[in-house]
């Protein structure tokens, strides 16, 4: 923002009390006015109603570009606010600049995600009041309703507990101040190349008073945080490289320094950020309408359909998907009754005979042989782009499979170090309450359930579940004594293990293909409660390995 005042006024936006928000919204007004008076056509500048001015408008002067950003965010709040006085006054405020003659922006994209209809995800303003209360206390607590949020909704379960949460680690009491949490959220997401999260962190991290130096790479941040490069690097693509010694390193840096209360809050910022990356890729969430690649000051083509045309709502742009969808699903409705054949025989089969331990731990060897075969991606290894690189170091690091060329990682037997009986006790000690609120996240995700596959109802889909729990966590080298990895080859197909690997291991290589691909009879709100086991089961994946680490450390 032009003015440091500014930011009091949009603060004010997020307040629940009605006369609180009304006024604020008149000091935007009358700040947008008094920018967009000076300049209007015939005001020295040149009018952007003029074919070829647009280009103009970003660099012609420092002011044009303060006016343009208030513009943007009055254009998120009157889609994204759920508060309807705001929405409304937002839209008045925005039609009053353009009937001066002034450009105004309009969204890009078809809705929060790439991958799911708009028509199919919650509209802002038409929720119930259970929804409007998650809406509600999303954008009082973040300033803004975002994309992630919008399709989480699908679960509103999970959306309360994971907002709970994430709030807790970035904005309530805790070891780290609040600069440097926005700042490691930004390190974890750019091990992915999320730009989506590395940008909307960036606005975090300087809202809170960051160093804007900060942001032209890691090596101009604080060596403290410079130091945890390194951890961050391991945990995001090969967790189980995590040894004692890396922990040591962190806590006996003399001056730079990390207290274990310090380094347990930002071990669980960076494995929540990697995680959500990964949900970020694996439901094509799309930029923020105020984001870079939300928004275009673009007018409309009045010709043939041209990509504007699509991005602005155009009804053709659904023929197309409806069109390409059907083409996708003419084979016979098969392929649910085929799955819940199969969880009837494997259920039958458990009943009638029990597989010994050591079947057992021949099985987890062989999927987990088996899991290193399943590609990520047919797309080609990329760079990560300039913008996002510079926020972590050693960028041609990523995952690699735990047993290459012959080298061998012991497996993770879970009976000797869970989450339940270790990992918790260890981040509640050390950092009160976060514990409990990871936990109820882990649960949730991994209990929820409609009991419905698609079209059928009254389904117990536990045993389904677990298969996808398990051949994650399988991945992550990680095993359960009394579980028979068998059941996974019978339940998850490849396409699926390939959508799940790669939104897992690489999530920036998730295609819309790969996501229409796998369970193509199912609908979008159970792919996104997939997502919901694949981003938790990989969060206590990176949780268990760092955390064991800590733990033999102190002892």
């Not at 935007?28 to 647009?54: H, N, W, Y």
């Not at 270790?422 to 109820?440: A, K, M, T």
């Not at 819309?512 to 997502?531: A, G, I, L, T």
Request: include cysteine.
């Amino acid at each position: 923002m032009a003015d440091r005042d500014g930011e009091a006024r949009w603060d004010g936006l997020c307040s629940r009390d009605a006369g609180s928000r009304d006024v604020a919204l008149e000091s935007i007004r009358q700040a947008v006015l008094k920018k967009s008076e000076a300049m209007a056509p015939g005001k020295d500048m040149s009018s952007p109603s003029v074919a070829g001015a647009e280009e103009l408008l970003p660099s012609a002067t420092s002011a044009q570009g303060g006016l343009n950003e208030m513009l943007t965010r009055l254009l998120m709040l009157s889609k994204r606010c759920p508060f309807r006085d705001v929405r409304e006054k937002a839209e008045v405020i925005l039609r009053t600049v353009q009937e001066l003659g002034i450009r105004i922006p309009r969204p890009l994209g078809q809705g929060p995600s790439r991958f799911i209809p708009e028509m199919e995800i919650i509209q802002v303003g038409s929720e119930d009041t259970q929804m409007h209360t998650l809406f509600a206390e999303s954008f009082t607590t973040l300033g803004r309703l975002d994309n992630i949020t919008l399709v989480m909704v699908f679960h509103p379960q999970y959306l309360e507990n994971f907002l709970k949460t994430q709030h807790y680690l970035l904005q309530m009491d805790g070891p780290l101040p609040l600069h440097y949490r926005h700042y490691i959220g930004i390190m974890a997401a750019a091990r992915h190349q999320c730009s989506y999260l590395v940008n909307l962190h960036v606005n975090d991290f300087l809202h809170v008073g960051g160093d804007p130096k900060w942001l032209n790479g890691l090596e101009c941040a604080p060596q403290k945080l410079q130091n945890l490069g390194e951890l961050n690097k391991i945990l995001a693509h090969r967790p189980w490289l995590i040894t004692k010694e890396h922990i040591e390193q962190l806590l006996k840096t003399e001056e730079h320094s990390w207290s274990l209360a310090e380094l347990i809050h930002a071990v669980v910022l960076l494995t929540h950020y990697h995680s959500l990356s990964s949900f970020t890729f694996g439901c094509g969430i799309n930029p923020e309408i105020h984001c870079d690649g939300g928004h275009t000051f673009r007018p409309p083509s009045v010709s043939d359909y041209c990509i504007c045309d699509i991005a602005n709502g155009n009804h053709g742009v659904y023929e197309t998907q409806d069109s390409i969808g059907s083409a996708a699903t003419t084979e016979p409705f098969c392929e649910v009754e085929a799955l819940m054949e199969k969880m009837k025989q494997l259920q039958e089969s458990r009943d009638d005979v029990k597989a010994s331990q050591e079947e057992k731990a021949t099985r987890f060897e062989k999927e987990k042989r088996e899991s290193m075969l399943v590609c990520c991606s047919e797309i080609e290894e990329s760079a990560p782009t300039k913008d996002v690189s510079r926020h972590f170091e050693d960028t041609s690091y990523g995952y690699k499979d735990f047993s290459r060329h012959g080298m061998h990682v012991p497996t993770f037997h879970v009976q000797d170090y869970s989450w339940e009986d270790h990992g918790y006790s260890l981040v509640n000690r050390l950092y009160p309450d976060v514990g409990q609120l990871i936990d109820e996240k882990f649960q949730i995700a991994y209990n929820l359930t409609y009991n419905t596959m698609a079209m059928h109802k009254d389904v117990d889909t536990s045993m389904l579940r677990r298969a996808i729990w398990n051949y994650i966590h399988c991945m992550f080298g990680i095993r359960y004594d009394d579980y028979d990895y068998g059941e996974i080859n019978q339940l998850l197909d490849r396409s699926f293990k390939v959508y799940i690997k790669t939104v897992v291991c690489a999530p920036e290589k998730t295609t819309h293909r790969m996501y229409d691909s796998f369970w193509r009879q199912f609908k979008h709100s159970e792919k996104v409660h997939v997502n919901l086991l694949l981003i938790e089961a990989r969060m206590q994946a990176e949780l268990l390995y760092a955390l064991r680490a800590i733990t033999r450390y102190m002892t």
